[in-house]
């Protein structure tokens, strides 16, 4: 297949909104569907091809708005209103798990002999020599604390990955399946939505028997079971059954995919000829600098670049020598902010550091996501925000757990608060920044923001300064999606490569294109402190030219800078090469 016919999702740059955080229409402190079309004209002023609203994960009922966003009514101009911009529009598609007040669960919860019971993971106590009760196995849930839920009424225990109150379906039945596929997807394929990113899309087969974890926390009763619950044994099936749903309305999909460290494993679910998803999330570049046994169980850039440059690698080759896809993205509604973790976020070299990332990211293969945001070069919020703050389960569980395990020593405590000013997800997840005003132009003046807004508003990082500003972050990622398209056979397409690959400083890739003779060449300083142009065996630089950089020349951003007329890389600073 010629680059010319390739699906519609694979030149795609998509826009994920995180609605509660995005822009609030009727002042009551959460965003919602109308401050989405609202903003739908700057959006598309990106120069972005699709939207990704991720609706939120507590599923009470797969054919319905949460009513804090609005109506169904909303939802329908919503996506009118994006196809009329000539933009496609992708929803979040939950379905490891429900709300623990979808009406399947309530009546699967009635008794143990009840129609739907088996839809949902329930499993008996098991008892020790003493008779105290205990969890069928030892796995850890995403949020700390055990996978299982003691119910009384029935007498067992409930599975959940997650929260308590997201029980897992039971994907092993039929009935349940064709129910989730017509409710959770096919009733949104008939309203126009153009496809799904599919959350923990590997996660719907659980393994023969629920064995335990290995034990990699000794002083904690319940274990990381990633790697033991991920990848199971019929996800195939189940994959093969939703692609042919999907297929029927040319939709797209995307899968959240962790702890699948398989290359193969990988391909299986992305080949084309396969037909089971047309692309994943792999985490292996934001998961750079997180602790081993608990995520935020580490210290602030606790990573080299060298770690970075092979994750990158990772997810980039897998479309060498194969008929997979992949992606392109360092943010999402579940990261900190990438300025915060992978540049300088302070005032000296924040603006510089949000162009390098974009380059970076904005010049690898697969279809680019870009978080709300992240076009402006958001942060995280500074280190002097209250722990209370920090509205996220995962962050007040970790911080309480720790808080315990310490008996509240102050060391533990300020460590702890420390990784997540660094990691935690509420930096994703406070208020999108519009203005300079209070609130940020999310909400009205007097309205009270659900979440606090970050301080950096005021300080120039914010839509509407950076707007009349040639040299803002928003200008620059607006440059890169228009370079990125048109030299899509290198930069969308193209092989990567990764040379002067053991450089502690400079994050250099070539680009070659498999269609044409296209090749270009990424250069970024990863480093507050200049540093030299790297040589490159092989590469010969003498007739490249600098399509593109982050470093004003003569007061533009793709001033030509001939071949190694200028062999010293400023702080922070990118360049694109055409070779």
């Not at 659980?206 to 199971?232: E, M, R």
């Not at 397409?493 to 060449?521: I, M, Y």
């Amino acid at each position: 297949m010629s680059n010319t016919q390739a699906p519609w999702w694979k030149d795609a740059t998509v826009y994920q909104i995180y609605p509660a955080s995005f822009k609030d229409s009727n002042n009551d402190g959460i965003g919602d569907l109308g401050g989405i079309i609202e903003s739908l004209d700057y959006i598309q002023s990106l120069g972005v091809d699709a939207i990704w609203v991720d609706m939120g994960y507590d599923i009470s009922d797969y054919e319905a708005v949460y009513p804090p966003y609005g109506t169904m009514q909303d939802m329908d101009t919503l996506i009118s209103e994006v196809h009329h911009r000539g933009m496609r529009i992708i929803l979040d598609l939950v379905i490891n798990h429900t709300s623990d007040q979808h009406e399947w669960f309530k009546q699967s919860r009635l008794s143990r002999d009840n129609p739907k019971r088996d839809w949902y993971m329930w499993r008996p106590a098991k008892y020790d020599a003493d008779g105290v009760r205990h969890p069928p196995n030892n796995w850890r849930s995403n949020f700390g604390d055990s996978t299982w839920q003691w119910d009384e009424l029935t007498q067992e225990y409930y599975l959940h990955l997650f929260c308590p109150e997201q029980p897992d379906l039971n994907w092993e039945n039929v009935e349940t399946r064709q129910a989730i596929y017509q409710s959770a997807m096919i009733s949104w394929l008939e309203r126009g939505v153009d496809g799904f990113r599919v959350d923990t899309v590997n996660m719907y087969s659980k393994p023969a028997g629920l064995p335990d974890a290995p034990i990699k926390d000794p002083g904690f009763p319940w274990q990381d079971a990633g790697l033991v619950y991920c990848n199971g044994p019929h996800m195939d099936m189940y994959l093969e059954e939703m692609n042919a749903i999907l297929a029927k309305y040319n939709a797209m999909s995307v899968g959240e995919c962790p702890f699948t460290p398989d290359r193969q494993r990988v391909i299986d679910y992305v080949s084309a000829e396969k037909r089971r998803l047309n692309m994943v999330f792999q985490f292996d570049a934001v998961n750079v600098g997180i602790g081993n046994t608990l995520k935020f169980m580490t210290k602030p850039f606790n990573y080299n670049l060298v770690e970075l440059k092979n994750a990158i690698a990772g997810t980039q080759n897998l479309l060498d020598g194969t008929d997979a896809w992949t992606t392109s993205f360092i943010e999402n509604h579940d990261q900190a902010r990438s300025v915060s973790r992978f540049g300088d976020d302070s005032p000296q070299w924040r603006t510089r550091s949000a162009k390098m990332l974009a380059m970076l990211f904005g010049c690898l293969s697969g279809t680019l996501y870009l978080y709300q945001g992240q076009e402006l070069g958001m942060i995280n919020l500074p280190l002097s925000v209250p722990i209370e703050e920090y509205k996220d389960v995962d962050s007040s569980n970790y911080y309480r757990e720790m808080v315990e395990r310490s008996h509240n020593d102050p060391t533990a405590v300020q460590e702890a608060k420390a990784a997540l000013q660094h990691l935690a997800r509420d930096h994703a997840r406070t208020p999108m920044q519009w203005t300079a005003a209070k609130h940020a132009g999310f909400t009205r003046p007097e309205a009270q923001p659900w979440m606090c807004v970050n301080s950096s508003a005021a300080e120039g990082i914010n839509a509407a300064d950076e707007a009349g500003d040639e040299s803002s972050v928003l200008a620059f990622w607006r440059q890169m999606l228009k370079t990125r398209q048109q030299h899509r056979d290198a930069l969308v397409h193209g092989l990567f490569e990764l040379v002067d690959a053991e450089n502690p400083k400079v994050f250099s890739f070539v680009k070659s294109a498999t269609q044409g003779s296209g090749r270009a060449l990424v250069v970024c300083n990863f480093s507050g402190s200049d540093s030299d142009l790297p040589h490159y065996d092989g590469l010969d630089l003498s007739a490249a030219k600098t399509l593109l950089g982050n470093v004003e020349v003569d007061g533009r951003y793709d001033s030509p800078r001939e071949g190694q007329h200028d062999s010293r890389l400023q702080p922070w600073e990118s360049r694109l090469y055409v070779l």
